[in-house]
């Protein structure tokens, strides 16, 4: 078993759940971008990790364009060095067109986080020696508007399903990795974790989601994940030179 399989079972539990309005798209990145998300497990994903960073969903300019979770099309080709193309998810959304790491537009969140592990590691490689970051649901949902609908705002009768299949990953993932801490990005993700992973020996927390959305993270979101790690007892290393973006 690896995070490749885990990911193909979920790929596959996830294809056929339907979605009512407001939803009037479902982007699954980990299908039409399946093989940049594919070198991304294989890449970074190999047992054991330490810690285990776990996300929402999908940004629309980040991981949905890029298969990669926080996937800053810049970051997943700089830091990441990741390459190759990607399909088109079916439909499309008019206001949320698909182009991959040719993506101009820049996503926040991803640009933060990738931002932090650049400042702190130096490399990817240094990172990801001991952590991994996943997301728990690999779906990103659009309203007629563009507008993002995040996982938390389904009707309960579309949630129970999805997240019965995300909660497996999620088991599966921290069965395979075997980390000491999984930490939820956010809230919701830690309250995901805390639902789905039942092994007491596991530690569980958070800490700030990198959004732009959330003003607290707008005032130095790197220093505030510096200090809650510090809390957990997670050593950082010292700040490495910042490789160009």
């Known amino acids: 078993m690896t995070l490749v399989d885990i990911a193909k079972t979920l790929r596959s539990a996830v294809a056929d759940l339907t979605f009512s309005d407001p939803v009037s798209a479902v982007y699954n990145p980990i299908d039409y971008a399946w093989k940049l998300h594919e070198t991304y497990?294989?890449?970074?994903?190999?047992?054991?990790?330490?810690?285990l960073?776990?996300?929402?969903?999908?940004?629309?300019f980040g991981m949905a364009q890029t298969g990669v979770p926080f996937g800053d099309p810049a970051m997943v080709k700089n830091l990441l060095r990741i390459t190759g193309s990607v399909g088109r998810p079916d439909p499309e959304h008019p206001k949320r067109p698909i182009a991959g790491l040719a993506s101009t537009r820049r996503e926040v969140s991803g640009t933060r986080l990738?931002?932090?592990v650049a400042d702190r590691f130096g490399t990817a490689d240094a990172f990801f020696a001991e952590f991994f970051v996943g997301n728990y649901c690999p779906l990103v949902?659009?309203?007629?508007?563009?507008?993002?609908?995040?996982p938390d705002k389904l009707p309960k009768a579309e949630r129970e399903p999805l997240f019965a299949a995300?909660?497996?990953?999620?088991c599966a993932?921290?069965?395979?990795l075997k980390p000491e801490l999984v930490i939820g990005i956010g809230r919701f993700a830690e309250q995901r974790i805390r639902q789905a992973v039942t092994d007491q020996t596991i530690r569980i927390a958070s800490i700030l989601h990198p959004?732009?959305?959330?003003?607290?993270?707008?005032?130095?979101?790197?220093?505030?994940?510096?200090e809650a790690l510090a809390r957990l007892g997670v050593q950082i290393p010292e700040h490495q030179s910042n490789p160009r973006m």
């Open 41 to 51: 497990l294989a890449r970074y994903g190999r047992p054991p990790r330490r810690i």
């Open 53 to 60: 960073l776990i996300g929402m969903n999908p940004g629309p």
């Open 114 to 116: 990738w931002s932090w």
């Open 141 to 150: 949902f659009l309203e007629a508007s563009g507008r993002n609908r995040t």
């Open 166 to 170: 995300c909660d497996e990953a999620l």
């Open 173 to 176: 993932t921290v069965d395979l």
């Open 211 to 226: 959004s732009p959305a959330n003003p607290k993270a707008n005032r130095d979101w790197a220093g505030q994940v510096d």
